[in-house]
C-alpha cells in the first residue's frame, strides 16, 4: 500500500528521513513535506521590511513550497533575533497568519488513495489567545479537520488523516479564522508542520519508470512504469515477498530484519523493452540499479532503516541496419564496431552476403559506428557515422556505406643499350579497350609510375623516346589483379638512331697571297691534277668525278695566275 511513498521522494526531491516517533516494530517517516519550519525563506529577493526588526512580507515565490492566498501574494515570516520578544519553536523562522491581511499558507502533497497520514503542527497567539483552523482535501475541496486556539505560548497538535479514493494530490492549508484583538493583521503564529506516515520494520522500495531518452537517470516529464511486477530474495535466493508499482510507478516493501537482499524487477514485455543503463549519472536517487537482467542486490543495515534507492528504468529497443556496397554491388564481410555516445563498445556487426549487418537491441541514445575491417580488395573506410535510436522506434536505421575498392600501380623502368637509365621518355596508358588513362614521363633514374589503377587489364606504348633514340614501337599489356600488394614492374629499352658516317674534307690551301714558289707549286699541283684526271672515272663513281672536277678547277686557275704574271 505504501509503495508511492518513494516515487513521490524521487519526484519531489526530498530526501525522507525517519522522525524519533519510534515504537516496538512500528515507526513513522516524514512524509513529503517541504520547509516544514520555514527555514528556506529568500528575503534578500523576495522581501520587504514589515515593519519592525526582523519581520518581513515576502512574496510567495519566495518561500519554498508555500503558497497563500493573501490578495497581496506575500506571507509575513518572523526571525530569531536581538531584542525579538518571540521566539521560533523550530528553527529560526516562523510566519504570521494574520499578515498585511489574512493570509491562509497551503502546500500542495503528492498522496496514495486509500494511506493514513498523520499530521502535525506548533500554534501561538501573538497578544492573547488567537485561532486557527487546519483543513485538508483535494485542492478546491477542503474539508475542516481540526482548530488550534492558543494564548502567547507554542501549542503542538497532531492527528490523522485518510486519503481518500483516487485522491493523488492532497492540500494541506492554514487559515486564521479569529485574533484576541480583533484586528485581521495581526496574530496567529505557525511552524514546525509535518506529515508522517507509520511503517512497520524495515523499509526497501523505490520507483520504476520508463527512460524515454535512454541516459539511465530519472529526468524529469519521463513517466512512470505501473504494473512492473518486482520480487524480494533473501540472500540465500529465497522468495520473500512480491510487490506491484501502483499507478504512479511506486514500490515498498516493509516489516524487514537487518541483512542482504535481492531484487528482480520483472520486465513486462521484453520483446519490447529493456532495463536501462545502470548505475548512470552519479546520483543514485536518481539512477537505475538493476543489471540488464533486471536483478541488484541490497544491504539494510538495522530494523528502523529506509532504502529508497532501489530504481528501475526500462526502455524501448530499436535497432540499425548497416548496407554496404562499392557504389554498384553490394558487399559481404565488412565489420564494424558499434560505440555509445561515452565511447563504449556497445557490438561489432559483420556484413553478410546481401552487404547487410544488423546492430540489434540498442536503447535510446546517440551511437557511433566505423569500419574496423574491409571487405578483401577494398579500402578500409576510416569514417566515422553518427546516428540516432529513439524512443519507441518500430523501424531500423538505415546506413549506407560505401567501399573503394584497392588500386594498384605501374611502374616503367626506360634505359638504353647499355641499360642506362633514360630520361624523357613519355608512354600513354589504355585500357584493353582503348580507354586512355593518361600519360607518364620518366624522371631522372629513367622511371615512371602511374597509381590510383583499378584492378583490369591495360596497355602501355611509347609516345615519345629520349633524344637520339628511337621509339619503341612495342605495345605492353599488363594487369592489375583484384586486391593488388605490390607495383607491377615494366623495363623498356631503347635503340639508338643511326646516322651515316660525314666525308673526311680536303686539306685547305694557303689562303695567303702566293709568292712566285708558291705559284709554282700551284703550277705544278694543277698539272697533276690534270693528269690525274686524265683517267675517266668509272661510270657511276661520284668520287673520282667531285675530283676530275676539283683538277680542272686548279688548273685553269694556275693558268690565270702565270698568264698575269
Not at 484583538?181 to 508542520?193: K, R, S
Not at 504494473?227 to 530474495?233: A, H, Q, R, S, T
Not at 626506360?414 to 642506362?420: E, L, N, R
Request: overall charge negative; aromatic content about 8%.
Amino acid at each position: 500500500m505504501w509503495s508511492f511513498f518513494f516515487l513521490v521522494a524521487s519526484f519531489s526531491g526530498v530526501k525522507v528521513e525517519a522522525s524519533s516517533n519510534f515504537s516496538d516494530n512500528n515507526w513513522q517517516i516524514s512524509w513529503l513535506i517541504k520547509n516544514a519550519d520555514f527555514e528556506v525563506v529568500d528575503i534578500a529577493d523576495f522581501g520587504v521590511s514589515a515593519g519592525a526588526p526582523y519581520v518581513w512580507y515576502v512574496d510567495q515565490e519566495g518561500v519554498e513550497a508555500w503558497g497563500t492566498s493573501n490578495p497581496s501574494g506575500e506571507i509575513e515570516v518572523w526571525q530569531n533575533g536581538v531584542g525579538q520578544p518571540i521566539p521560533a519553536y523550530s528553527g529560526n523562522n516562523f510566519i504570521e497568519l494574520n499578515s498585511n491581511g489574512p493570509g491562509p499558507v497551503y502546500q500542495d502533497i503528492k498522496t496514495i488513495p486509500g494511506s493514513t497520514l498523520t499530521w502535525s503542527f506548533a500554534h501561538r497567539g501573538r497578544s492573547g489567545i488567537d485561532t486557527a483552523e487546519l483543513l485538508i482535501g483535494a485542492p478546491g475541496n477542503l474539508a475542516p479537520i481540526f482548530l488550534a486556539s492558543d494564548g502567547q505560548e507554542w501549542g503542538t497538535y497532531s492527528g490523522t488523516y485518510v486519503v481518500p479514493a483516487g485522491q493523488t494530490h492532497t492540500r494541506l492549508t492554514f487559515a486564521p479564522i479569529s485574533t484576541s484583538n480583533g484586528n485581521l493583521t495581526t496574530g496567529n503564529f505557525l511552524d514546525d508542520i509535518n506529515l508522517y506516515i507509520s511503517i512497520e520494520g524495515a523499509q526497501l522500495g523505490d520507483y520504476v519508470w520508463h527512460d524515454e531518452n535512454g541516459n539511465g537517470v530519472q529526468d524529469n516529464g519521463e513517466s512512470p512504469a505501473p504494473g512492473v511486477e518486482v520480487n524480494l530474495y533473501d540472500n540465500q535466493g529465497s522468495l520473500l515477498q512480491t510487490q506491484t508499482t501502483n499507478d504512479l510507478g511506486g514500490y515498498l516493501f516493509s516489516g524487514l530484519l537487518p541483512g542482504n537482499y535481492g531484487i528482480a524487477f520483472v520486465n513486462p514485455d521484453p520483446s519490447h523493452y529493456v532495463f536501462t543503463n545502470q548505475k548512470s549519472g552519479g546520483d543514485a536517487a536518481r539512477d537505475s540499479d538493476p543489471n540488464k537482467n533486471g536483478r541488484a542486490t541490497i544491504n539494510i543495515p538495522t530494523l528502523r532503516s529506509e532504502v529508497i534507492s532501489m530504481d528501475a528504468g526500462l526502455t524501448t529497443i530499436g535497432s540499425a541496419m548497416i548496407h554496404k556496397t562499392d557504389g554498384v554491388k553490394n558487399l559481404a564481410g565488412a565489420s564494424f564496431d558499434v560505440l555509445d555516445s561515452n565511447g563504449n563498445l556497445i557490438t561489432n556487426v559483420t556484413t553478410d552476403a546481401n552487404g547487410i549487418a544488423m546492430a540489434e537491441n540498442l536503447i535510446p541514445g546517440t551511437y557511433t559506428t566505423k569500419e574496423t575491417s574491409a571487405p578483401i580488395g577494398y579500402q578500409l573506410d576510416q569514417t566515422a557515422t553518427s546516428f540516432e535510436i529513439v524512443y519507441e522506434q518500430t523501424t531500423p536505421v538505415e546506413l549506407n556505406v560505401t567501399n573503394q575498392i584497392i588500386t594498384g600501380s605501374v611502374t616503367v623502368h626506360k634505359i638504353g643499350k647499355q641499360d642506362q637509365a633514360l630520361p624523357y621518355a613519355i608512354f600513354e596508358i589504355n585500357t584493353a579497350s582503348g580507354e586512355n588513362i593518361g600519360t607518364i614521363t620518366t624522371d631522372k633514374n629513367g622511371d615512371a609510375t602511374m597509381s590510383g589503377l583499378i584492378p583490369g587489364d591495360y596497355v602501355l606504348s611509347e609516345v615519345t623516346a629520349p633524344k637520339g633514340y628511337e621509339r619503341s614501337k612495342e605495345t605492353r599489356p599488363f594487369t592489375i589483379p583484384f586486391n593488388p600488394t605490390e607495383t607491377v614492374e615494366l623495363t623498356v629499352k631503347n635503340e639508338l638512331i643511326e646516322t651515316p658516317p660525314e666525308p673526311k674534307p680536303d686539306e685547305p690551301s694557303n689562303p695567303s697571297t702566293p709568292t712566285t714558289d708558291s705559284k709554282h707549286s700551284a703550277v705544278i699541283t694543277a698539272t697533276k691534277a690534270v693528269t690525274s684526271a686524265e683517267k675517266l672515272p668509272a661510270t657511276g663513281d661520284s668520287d673520282d668525278l667531285a675530283v676530275l672536277f676539283i683538277g680542272i678547277f686548279a688548273l685553269t686557275t694556275s693558268m690565270y695566275l702565270v698568264r698575269r704574271k
